[in-house]
Every structure is written in structure tokens, then in C-alpha cells.
């Protein structure tokens, strides 16, 4: 399922194939929680600006619409209109991250629901089974996201149970996969590495999960408030025992910066809010750094949001027209700030993966990996 193209150092090239098409590696999967983009793009709009891979959510869908009505629906795929691959979390996340009063035990995780405070159960077969009805072709494994820092034995713990849900993960999917209802029988299962910052025992458990021999590996548990540096030590820690054959895949993360340095560090697959989040805000990515379009100084500026992008916002309009959106209270002005900050995001891995290509990732990351996450 996954081709190695060609390396530089530990920086890869690649090639992941799933039933909804071929995935051109290091991506950047664009980020729809609720089968949406939040600042108003549709299915279409990602093909117009680059997307590769739609990303949604288990926790969010379950809860509203309920993926058993996606699935009557004939599937995410169809429900969203979306043809290209689809990568569903597993609600892990989500769970210790909104839910309140929430209850581990080896089964899995009883929570209320953050919408209405209804009392829900999740554990692997059951998000097993809601991916399976979303349709998804990469399932992502249910684990224990712990917060940084916790204390080493429960985070010992925690790394051995997310291991034993990692089994049962897969022995759920492979049912729900010979079923001849089916949505998605070539659904796939990405496991998770945990260990919070401990490298010892992110080792273990990368070892541990390695030998289940699955399609894809991620390394979960990072972007939620360890230091950049520690970010990278923890990558570095673990991709030395990540399988060489499979894509891995860095969990919510994160600025291109960040992007750049984990491709450089052996990182094929992301994702993260903040292009859809920041720009809503107004906060735009540019080859030269982050704008605040919000700013008084682009009010009559006449240029595009940034001169070398060629989305369809930089192509049509000015700084000084998405200023007045913003400042008037427009939607379109959400609409227009995504749509250029996911084409930024796109294109950002198609140049990562075109200097792979021509052996010039070395240069392009001396170039670009500390200004484009730099105010102007």
C-alpha cells in the first residue's frame, strides 16, 4: 500500500494507495471534523485548491448526524460529496479532550456527550464500528491521549492498555470489513504510538505496535503543550522503530515550520486545524511569513495576500478587499482566509515533495522552516 519513491536523509518521498485513490507523501490532510470544512468549503472547493486527503472525525460524527444515518446515506464518501480518500479519527482525542465525566476502564471510555450531557460508551469495537459505517479508508486506532506532562506510571499504564485496544481494534475491523454490507471493505487501521515525552517508553510501545505488522503507524500525544523541541526529541526517539515500509503519520501538528522539521525528521502524513482556525481570524501564511490582514496598514493596499501564492483568493482580490470583509463582518471573508490558507497548507507539501524529487529538500528547509511561521 505504500511505495518509497525516493529519500534525502531521513526526509521520504512516497506513495499510499487507498481504494479512493493514490496519496502523494508528505501530506497535509485537510482538516473537515464534522464532514465540513469550518469557514464554508465544500468537496469541490478541496479539489480546486490541492487537498489530497479530507480528514473527519469519529467522536463528532457519532454524536450528530450518528454515523449509523451516514451510513444509510451510502457512506462519508457520498454524505460529503467527497471522492478522494478519507481519514477518520478515532474520537480518542476528542473524548479526554470535550467530554466530561468521563470513566476509563479496560473496556473502553464511558463520557457525557460535550453537546447535550447524554451518557455515552466508546471503546475499540465501538469506534471500530462507527468508522466502519462512516466508510473511511484509513481507520485510526481508539488510544488514551494523555496530557503532558503525567505522571510516568500512569502514562506506563495507559501506553500498555492503548496496546491491548490496538488488538482489538484490529480483530474489530477485520469483522466489520468481511461483512458483505460493508461500506468500505478496504477500510485500513493506522495504530498509534503513545508514551507521552518518556522515550523509553515510546520506544516499547512503537515496538510493541510494530509488530502487529498494520497498514500505517501514527504518533499520537504531541501539540498539546510540550515544547517544540520536545516535540522533535519524541520524533526522533521513535521513528527510529517505526517501520521503514509504512507511511507515519504526526498527529495534529502542526505550523509549516513544524511540517518542514518533521518531514525532516521522517514524518509522512498531517494534520492540523490551525490554516482553517488562524484563518478565520484573519492570520494568513505567506512565502514570507504570517499576516494580520486584520492590520490598519493593509486597508489600501491593493496586492494580493501574498504575490507567489496562486490560489483562487490571491488571483481575484486585494488585501484591501479581505479587510473590509473581515472589519464588516462578512462570511465571505472566513470563506476567502481558508480557502488561501489550505492552499498554502497543499502546496506546501507538493513543494516539500517536489525538492525530494529534484534532491533539494536540504535547501528548502534551510529556506523556508523558521520565516514562514514568522509574523510580519
Known sequence: MFKLICSEGKARRG???????KVQTPVYMNVGTQAAIKGGLSAEDLSLIGCQVELSNTYHLHLRPGDELIRRMGGLHKFMAWEGPILTDSGGFQIFSLASLRKISEEGVHFNSHI???KIFMGPEESMRIQSNLGSDVAMAFDECVKIPSPYNYVKESCNRTHRWLVRCRAALEKYNSMPDAVNPGQVLFG???????????????????????PGYAIGGLAVGETAAEMYD??????????????????????????????????????????????RHGHLF?????????NEKYAL???????????????????????????????????????????????????????LENGEFGSFRAQYSEILDKRV
Open 192 to 214: 498509534i504510538n503513545q508514551g507521552a515525552t518518556f522515550p523509553d517508553l515510546r520506544i516499547d510501545h512503537m515496538k510493541r505496535i510494530a509488530e502487529l505488522e498494520l
Open 15 to 21: 506513495e499510499f494507495s487507498t481504494p479512493h485513490g
Open 301 to 355: 493596499d491593493a496586492d494580493s495576500i501574498d504575490p507567489l501564492c496562486s490560489c483562487p483568493v490571491c488571483r481575484t482580490h486585494s488585501r484591501a478587499y479581505l479587510r473590509h470583509l473581515f472589519k464588516a463582518g462578512e462570511v465571505l471573508a472566513l470563506r476567502l482566509a481558508v480557502m488561501h490558507n489550505l492552499y498554502f497548507y497543499n502546496e506546501l507539501v507538493l513543494r516539500i515533495r517536489n525538492s
Open 116 to 118: 447535550d450531557g447524554r
Open 286 to 294: 505567506t512565502w514570507s511569513g504570517i499576516i494580520n490582514i486584520n
Open 234 to 279: 519524541t520524533i526522533e526517539t521513535v521513528e527510529e522503530f517505526m517501520p521503514r515500509d509504512k507511511p507515519r503519520y504526526l498527529m495534529g501538528v502542526g505550523t509549516p515550520g513544524n511540517i518542514i522539521e518533521a518531514v525532516h525528521r521522517g514524518i509522512d502524513f498531517f494534520d492540523c486545524v490551525m490554516p482553517a482556525r488562524n484563518g
